[in-house]
């Protein structure tokens, strides 16, 4: 089984719904480690911090808040 790499972990992020600034910031950090082969000690925390925001289980939190449903009508009606 071959291991997993940040290019992998970072792969798997930018197939999630991002916000335009994170997915910026994971592009540059998968940028910098196609070149570099390696993670500093601060990057490699923040890309642990990415995968927590945007894990399956917080993901799915987010797609049933009532907040989602009432900011959905908000914007058909501004629309």
Known sequence: MPRVTYADRLGALLEKPLSDYDRGVIESL????????????????????????????????????PLLERLTALATRVA
């Open 30 to 65: 998968l940028s910098h480690y196609m070149r570099r082969k390696s993670m500093t000690s601060g990057r490699a925390r923040y890309v642990a911090t990415l995968e927590e925001r945007y894990s399956d289980a917080k993901l799915a939190d987010a797609a049933e808040s």
